[in-house]
T-cell receptor, first 113, second 112 residues
Framework: EAGVTQFPSHSVIEKGQTVTLRCDPI?????LYWYRRVMGKEIKFLLH????????ESGMPNNRFLAERTGGTYSTLKVQPAELEDSGVYFC???????????FGPGTRLTVL | DQQVKQNSPSLSVQEGRISILNCDYT??????FLWYKKYPAEGPTFLIS?????DKNEDGRFTVFLNKSAKHLSLHIVPSQPGDSAVYFC???????????FGKGTLLTVNP
């Protein structure tokens, strides 16, 4: 069974540009989470989808971040416009039910110059 | 305000000995605790978990102990192997709050 996949693995962009990160959860997992780790800090929750609905987006830093999960399958996280402090590793995780173990993808390393 | 703290950034042990990784938390609403292991350029991999109704959970070489009164948990790895070298993250969730709150991680190095 394929695990959680994320694309791209790395992205380097200029401040002010737009970047879209993609996450494909484990097949059949209704719950999808986004987390972010800024260098030297802990991994922090961004938001949680149940199928296509946003269950909790309390961790989203500001309105420059937009997450979608159309059709309840893959999810995208768009940062527009990107700022220097958005640099970090963005992880996606999925679980079958919300009480189940969350399985993480390899992450996307975003560098904003 | 960091609700999950791993005060040791790194730990070095000899192969075959015990590794003890520690984690403290401040939020009394946390009732489920997990340990994840992370290798470079990979995502965190689930290792072991414990519910607040227990004080110990064991899985092979890995044992997690929970002391609720002290708001402290620890991960014991016995015996330690070089392949265990990785960053270990402590994480917690609480009540109907499914989102994980992580510590900063502890880099474990197991020397042959």
């Amino acid at each position: 069974e394929a695990g959680v996949t994320q694309f791209p693995s790395h992205s380097v962009i200029e401040k002010g540009q737009t970047v879209t990160l993609r996450c494909d959860p484990i097949s059949g997992h209704d719950n999808l989470y986004w987390y972010r780790r800024v260098m030297g800090k802990e991994i922090k929750f961004l938001l949680h989808f149940v199928k296509e609905s946003k269950q909790d987006e309390s961790g989203m830093p500001n309105n420059r971040f937009l997450a979608e999960r159309t059709g309840g399958t893959y999810s995208t996280l768009k940062v527009q416009p990107a700022e220097l402090e958005d640099s970090g590793v963005y992880f996606c995780a999925s679980s079958q039910d919300w009480v189940d173990t969350q399985y993480f993808g390899p992450g996307t390393r975003l560098t904003v110059l | 305000d960091q609700q999950v703290k791993q005060n040791s950034p790194s730990l070095s042990v000899q192969e075959g000995r015990i590794s003890i990784l520690n984690c403290d938390y401040t939020n009394s609403m946390f009732d489920y605790f997990l340990w994840y292991k992370k290798y470079p350029a990979e995502g965190p991999t689930f290792l072991i978990s414990i519910s607040s109704i227990k004080d110990k959970n064991e899985d092979g070489r890995f044992t997690v102990f929970l002391n609720k009164s002290a708001k402290h948990l620890s991960l014991h790895i016995v015996p330690s192997q070089p392949g265990d070298s990785a960053v270990y993250f402590c994480a917690a969730s609480g009540g109907s709050n499914y989102k994980l709150t992580f510590g900063k991680g502890t880099l474990l190095t197991v020397n042959p």
